[in-house]
């Protein structure tokens, strides 16, 4: 490949500031922050967050870093380490259609965690999220062409964390330059279609990732040298034409359910029937699903664990059935027992239509079909995801979504103050910031 070394994309991320940001983009970046802090809090309570800690103390040693949801404090590697095994443990984070990869989650760890070491402003912690998403997206997009290969958030997110650490640590545009080389280098390549049909923890590999992205600035102060990456490319660079023009950040979807985006339509699209129609989950006999083929693809099994649960398909179109909803009270032990979720999953069937999976990743259909005990048959509109871009999601939206995902672990005057933090004041340290949403999370 020829390459062209132009310092296009070390400049976006060195000398974008706030105030040029146009208003939609700021607006943007704090409900993608609010976004992220909410898969921060929920993501505190689960295993994979434990394992985190556990990793970042054997490995990266105490410190003076803060982490959202505990009382620990870490080594800057540490404090990403543990945010990285938390910001998609609940699958309730952003995404971006295109790259079929969480951008925000890919990288929120790393950056988070030098912020607070850095003690820097939340405004200029906002212009560097902003720029880790623009990073993220774009090399996502290389990766994918280059490798021809559904890679997922952990493989993107290296690169965007080198970003914003390299931004938030001073670094020199040939310093930037080179830690871009190393991080989309070594970036892990996970193989995500792998996740969705066998769920685990591996899932998006965005630990991995916050390390890999994080290790490359550490290696890049400490002499390692790379070269050239694939945003540099010729065959690539042209996915950087429009930067400062166009934002991808306002591309992103927001998902308001605890697991997979694919299964979200098929959700949508069942209770829509029944809010309509008026009809009871104890009044179904079958449900009948017409999807795109990922979807079809995801896990039928009943999940023992929180994984299991989230990169599953039956499991939330049947909790969601029976409870309502799918949040953070779907996804635990207890629920996983609850036998009429199960019975709801065997009335459950998954169909591939080749109409809806020809608008695939473009568009993420469902159509739903639920016969009841009297062979009446009901039938949903053709159903989306809800918070695509298209709807231009804001504070509104996704203020109402953060309440109702943490009401669990957050009393109400706890998040209304939690909100107020992360809407107002861009002068705010983020040690501050970080320490009063502990305080009233933790207690």
């Known amino acids: 490949m020829n390459f062209q070394t132009d310092y296009k994309l070390e400049g976006f991320i060195l000398d974008t500031k706030w105030n040029n940001l146009p208003e939609k983009v700021q607006v943007r970046a704090r409900v993608c922050f609010i976004d992220l802090i909410c898969a921060l809090i929920i993501g505190s309570r689960s295993e994979q967050f434990m394992t985190g800690k556990k990793l970042a103390k054997a490995i990266f040693g105490n410190g003076d870093v803060a982490v959202v949801g505990s009382r620990e404090r870490f080594s800057f590697m540490g404090a990403a380490c543990a945010m990285g095994h938390s910001s998609n443990a609940y699958d309730i984070d952003d995404g971006h259609n295109i790259i ?57 997110g290296a690169v965007g964390t080198a ?108 209770l829509e029937v029944m809010r309509i129609n008026n009809i009871s989950y104890k009044d179904i006999k079958q449900v009948t699903i017409h999807t795109f083929k990922g979807a079809a693809m995801l896990s039928k099994i009943v999940p023992r664990t929180a994984d299991e649960a989230q990169y599953n398909i039956a499991y939330p179109v049947a909790a969601a059935i029976v409870t309502g909803d799918f949040g953070f009270d779907q996804i635990t032990a207890e629920a996983f027992e609850n036998p009429e979720i199960m019975s709801m999953m065997n009335k459950l069937s998954f169909y591939t239509d ?43 939206w996704i203020s109402e979504k953060f309440k109702r995902i943490t009401s669990s672990h957050t009393l109400p005057e706890s998040q209304d103050y939690i909100l107020h933090l992360m809407t107002e004041s861009l002068a705010l340290p983020v040690r501050s910031l970080i320490d009063e949403i502990n305080d009233k999370i933790i207690g």
């Open 100 to 156: 079929r990869a969480h951008p925000g989650t890919s990288f929120i760890g790393g950056i988070l965690a030098a912020a607070y070491e850095k003690d820097i402003s939340y405004g200029e912690l906002l212009t560097t999220l902003v720029i880790s998403y623009e990073t993220t997206i774009r090399m996502g997009m290389a990766i994918m062409d280059y490798y021809n290969y559904a890679h997922s958030s952990g493989t993107f």
């Open 163 to 270: 970003a914003g650490v390299g931004r938030i640590y001073g670094f020199t545009k040939e310093q930037m330059n080179n830690v871009l080389s190393v991080a989309e280098f070594h970036a892990p390549l996970v193989p995500g279609i792998r996740s969705v049909e066998y769920p685990s923890m591996n899932k998006d590999g965005v630990p991995f990732g916050v390390m890999t992205g994080t290790l490359a600035v550490m290696e890049t102060l400490c002499g390692f040298t790379g070269n050239k990456n694939l945003l540099e490319a010729e065959k690539y660079k042209h996915y950087l034409d429009d930067l400062n023009e166009d934002y991808e950040i306002m591309k992103l979807y927001f998902k308001p359910y605890t697991c997979c985006r694919w299964a979200h339509p098929a959700i949508d699209a069942c």
């Open 354 to 396: 080749a109409e809806i999976d020809a608008q695939f990743p473009e568009r993420r259909i469902c159509r739903a079909v639920i016969t009841t005990n009297d062979y009446k048959q009901f039938v949903s509109s053709e159903c989306e995801p809800r918070g695509e871009a298209k709807e231009n999601i804001g504070i509104d």
